[in-house]
């Protein structure tokens, strides 16, 4: 079975003060990992898909890497926008194209100013 | 502007009665899904549609039906027999190897 775990489960920085987030992941045959970005009482955005160990991508303050076994979402300099619940969902294959996902359980990242 | 819409924002359901949580998109994606979002946890699947009049269970179907009889449209009712169903519910949908994109959601609470 796929499994997802996230931690911390909550994280509070100062404004500026850099962390990172962490995306443990059991999957058979990796197909991607998905890093999502909700905000209270929304939707989740979409932010990196990731697909082989090695690979990076950056988006603003946000940087998202992967290895065999995890990804870490990284955030340099955060500011008060980037509070919201971070989500992590990894794709196995699933006999088709359109396999579905199995997410973690969100780390609640609070920047204060 | 392409995307997912999700209504009603907000529903009420009474004791033995049956609710149907609407969602529409316009992205002219295959595939819809449905999931279930409760405090603390992660989303979880309850059903998804790849084509039109087609739909597989999810994780956590039990109490739920769906319908699939338009591409644009993947209605989600959730009957008397779901016994625990305040939650935040999000639509999904998602074309080929991209990722899903999301609706902003039903809150569902119990009256």
């Known amino acids: 079975e796929d499994q997802v775990t996230q931690s911390p489960e909550a994280l509070r920085l100062q404004e500026g003060e850099s962390s990172s987030l962490n995306c443990s992941y059991t999957v058979s045959g990796l197909r991607g990992l998905f890093w999502y970005r909700q905000d209270p009482g929304k939707g989740p955005e979409f932010l990196f898909t990731?697909?082989?160990a090695g690979e990076e991508k950056e988006k603003e303050r946000l940087k998202a890497t992967l290895t065999k076994k995890e990804s870490f979402l990284h955030i340099t300099a955060p500011k008060p926008e980037d509070s919201a619940t971070y989500l992590c969902a990894v794709q196995a294959p699933g006999g088709t194209s359109y396999g579905k996902l199995t997410f973690g359980q969100g780390t609640i990242l609070t920047v204060h100013p | 502007d392409g995307g997912i819409t999700q209504s009603p924002k907000y529903l009420f359901r009474k004791e033995g009665q049956n609710v149907t949580l609407s969602c529409e998109q316009n992205l002219n994606h295959d595939a819809m899904y449905w999931y279930r979002q409760d405090p603390g946890q992660g989303l979880r699947l309850i059903y998804y549609s790849q084509i039109v009049n087609d739909f597989q269970k999810g994780d956590i179907a039990e109490g739920y039906s769906v319908s699939r009889e338009k591409k644009e449209s993947f209605p989600l009712t959730v009957t008397s027999a779901q016994k625990n169903p305040t939650a935040f519910y999000l639509c999904?949908?998602?074309?080929?190897?991209?990722?899903?994109?999301f609706g902003d959601g039903t809150r569902l609470s119990i009256l």
């Open positions: 999904a949908s998602r074309s080929g190897f991209q990722p899903q994109h």
């Open positions: 990731l697909y082989s």
